[in-house]
């Protein structure tokens, strides 16, 4: 049975597409494992107020607010639904041009190490 080969093409579509989904999964956990901070925002004290949800970037450092429509008082130290769906909601946020870098990046590493990996294969059968 004849082996078909993987074409070089191929291979760095595969490594970018891997450094993209790389890419998002740290930009949504810079998000998530940030500072989180809630704030009870009135407009005129004598009428309505808002609540607001700060988050600020693990890595990046930049402040995100955001004004959900739900209770958020559970709000604790740990991991939980209000933090994973506020990340979620900020994370494509400013921070677009980072992940077409990053997800660049990494795919260029990965490649890199794949095509190291078919030579020494190649070498030592």
């Known amino acids: ?3 078909k080969t993987e074409s070089t093409s191929l291979r760095f579509a595969r490594s970018l597409a891997l450094g993209i989904i790389l890419s998002m999964i ?5 998000h998530v494992f940030g500072t989180w901070k809630v704030e009870e925002y009135f407009p005129r004290a004598e009428t309505t107020s808002t609540i607001l949800l700060h988050n600020k970037c693990a890595v990046i450092g930049s402040t995100h607010t955001l004004r959900p429509n739900t209770d958020i008082s559970g709000l604790g130290e740990g ?3 209000t933090k994973l769906g506020g990340s979620f909601m900020n994370f494509f946020d400013g921070h677009i041009l980072g992940m077409i870098i990053l997800a660049l990046i990494l795919g260029i590493i990965i490649f890199l190490i794949r095509n190291m990996i078919k030579i020494k294969s190649k070498l030592h059968p």
Not at 26 to 30: E, I, P, Q
């Open 1 to 3: 049975m004849k082996v």
């Open 79 to 81: 991991i939980d639904g």
């Open 26 to 30: 740290l930009c949504y956990s810079a």
